[in-house]
């Protein structure tokens, strides 16, 4: 009896040992070293000292970036954005119809691989909305490296936020919306991203707007006046 409760003891250890370096590995210890993920929008210069405003009925083409950390061979991932909905509207990926034009995004090209997700989900009531992309090689075994599009999508500026701010948010919540990628080195772990981005969105006046225009405001503006 005391041999089989102290092999019962060693296994359940064993189990809660491999569990905790699953969920460490799954979460990312040193997220220094990991990939980053960035939204930038299309014509617009990517760096710390920008401005951008657009106005009522504009379209926003937005790129989805990653840049894989040195050495890293990516081989999947899996993003997920929020937005409010009654601030932008999505404009589909294509034009087409039926479940097409529910499609959001536009393969970038970065991995070349096999689109797994491409949705949008709404809660019903709530303002705020998600739009999910997925990824993997193929038979092939493509891998990315370095930095490249993973993929694109449009927003139409429908109103002025409340608050004069609005956020695109890459997103880490909870299980079912945590980005992350895989890579050839560790084909089983789920990677967190390093410091997901976020795009900001403030509505100011157009004499405020222009009596700031300045290279040290780091802000996608929204010229909604």
Do not use: K, W
Not at 19 to 36: D, K, M, P, W, Y
């Amino acid at each position: 009896m005391t041999t089989v409760s102290r092999t019962n003891i060693e296994l359940a250890r064993g189990i809660t040992l491999a569990a905790a370096i699953t969920l460490l590995s799954f979460v990312g210890i040193n997220r220094a070293e990991a990939a980053r993920i960035d939204l930038r929008v299309q014509g617009v210069q990517d760096g710390a000292g920008l401005s951008h405003a657009v106005e009522l009925g504009d379209e926003l083409v937005i790129d989805v970036v990653i840049e894989a950390d040195t050495d890293e061979e990516i081989t999947g991932f899996s993003f997920f954005l929020s937005y409010d909905r009654d601030v932008f509207g999505l404009l589909p990926a294509v034009e087409a119809s039926g479940e097409e034009a529910l499609r959001p995004f536009e393969p970038g090209g970065y991995l070349n691989g096999v689109p797994l997700l491409n949705r949008i989900d709404v809660i019903e009531g709530d303002s705020e909305a998600f739009i999910a992309y997925a990824e993997a090689s193929g038979v092939s075994r493509e891998v990315a490296t370095g930095s490249g599009v993973a993929a694109r999508f449009r927003l139409e500026v429908l109103r002025r936020p409340l608050g004069y701010l609005s956020q695109i948010v890459v997103e880490e919540r909870g299980h079912d919306r945590l980005s992350h990628y895989v890579t050839a080195a560790t084909p089983g772990t789920e990677r967190r991203f390093d410091q997901p981005g976020t795009l900001s969105f403030r509505a100011v006046s157009y004499t405020h707007l222009r009596a700031h225009e300045t290279d040290s405001y780091l802000v996608c503006r929204l010229l909604l006046e």
